[in-house]
């Protein structure tokens, strides 16, 4: 049974940092790439990151670029969500998702196989 269990979240001031886990089982991590979309109240699912499956590419949201980010360890079957710096707009659900290999277009959610149920993160003073 292919699962992927997000982790980490929680209430943080702006300012400060959290970082989500994405634990994965049923399939060979090492085979596919891990991307991090979030999805605020009343807006569009939104492309995070991802993270391919030779760990050497990663790619980021022009908006999250310098503040996360992205790593894996296959050896655990976990992937990594290192946010810094949130800023309140940050606040969201979190989730993750794999797909085959690469993360070409990696922001389109329908490229995506597999996904998490989602953890919330909530950026306020």
């Known amino acids: 049974q292919v699962q992927l269990v997000e982790s980490g979240g929680g209430l943080v001031q702006p300012g400060g940092s959290l970082r989500l886990a994405c634990k994965t089982s049923?399939?060979?991590?090492?085979?596919?790439?891990i991307g991090w979309f979030r999805q605020a109240p009343g807006k569009e699912r939104e492309g995070v990151s991802c993270i391919n499956s030779s760990n050497k590419s990663t790619y980021y949201s022009d908006s999250m670029k310098g503040r996360f980010t992205t790593s894996r360890d296959n050896a655990k079957s976990t992937a990594y969500l290192q946010m810094d710096s949130l800023k309140p707009e940050d606040t969201a659900v979190y989730f993750c998702?794999?797909?085959?290999?690469?993360?070409?277009?990696?922001?389109?959610?329908?490229?995506?196989?597999?996904w998490g149920q989602g953890t919330q993160v909530t950026v306020s003073s």
């Open positions: 049923g399939f060979t991590l090492d085979y596919y790439a």
């Open positions: 998702a794999a797909r085959g290999y690469y993360c070409s277009d990696y922001a389109s959610f329908n490229e995506y196989d597999y």
